[in-house]
């Protein structure tokens, strides 16, 4: 059975091509399970791309308000809650689960084509997390009440630059025809 299975938790969506899931308990633990670090304990409301059977390696996504603020500075909002929540260090916000250097060049292939255009502004983890950002603003800004306070006073809704990450929409991909009831964490 894979980490994620473990826990109960959402299936959001894809990106590019892998399922990104919202965790619902504390305490999963993503990757290696015989060698885990600290860091890779997911928490309540932490996000995985990959991590389920037969999928790609966890990258454990945490400190989402700090994805949201990185997306939101990158359109050019400003704010004091803004900035302070981007400079977050990039190493407590996204981290390799049990990835080994075939992992990362399988995923940096899968990214290439999309990171390409924003790799001199960007490193890779950064795009990872203003994609998340960008998904967890437009779709889902009751994730957080920071976020809920930058969706409805600070800025402009109608940039969206990347759409990395999408619904999934046969009825065979877990969350069927109710997909949009299942996200929103305010009335789970």
């Known amino acids: 059975m894979s ?7 959402y299936r959001l969506g894809v990106f590019l091509g892998i399922p990104v899931y919202q965790c619902l308990e504390n305490e999963c633990r993503i ?10 304990v997911a928490e309540q409301n932490d996000i995985c791309i990959g991590g389920g059977s037969g999928e790609h390696p966890a990258i454990l996504i945490k400190k989402i ?13 400003n704010g004091d809650d803004i900035e302070k929540s981007a400079r977050v260090r990039l190493s407590s916000v996204v981290i390799y689960c049990g990835w080994e250097k075939q992992h990362h060049d399988e995923f940096y292939k899968r990214c ?20 998340v950002g960008e998904f967890i603003f437009h779709v889902i800004p009751s994730y957080s009440p920071l976020i809920k306070k ?33 996200v929103d964490i305010e009335n789970a």
């Not at 990757?31 to 890779?40: A, I, K, L, M, T």
């Not at 308000?65 to 909002?77: E, M, P, T």
């Not at 255009?117 to 203003?130: H, N, P, Q, T």
Request: net charge negative.
């Open 65 to 77: 308000d700090s994805c949201v603020a990185r997306y939101l500075k990158y359109i050019g909002c």
């Open 3 to 9: 980490d994620i299975d473990l826990v109960k938790h």
């Open 31 to 40: 990757g290696n399970s015989d060698q885990v670090e600290p860091s890779s």
């Open 150 to 182: 930058w969706y409805n006073e600070e800025c402009n809704h109608d940039d969206i630059l990347f759409e990395n990450i999408l619904f999934p929409y046969s009825k065979y991909t877990g969350n069927g025809l109710d997909r949009f009831r299942i």
């Open 112 to 131: 290439c084509g999309f990171y390409t255009l924003f790799k001199k502004r960007m490193s890779l983890e950064g795009w990872i997390a203003v994609n």
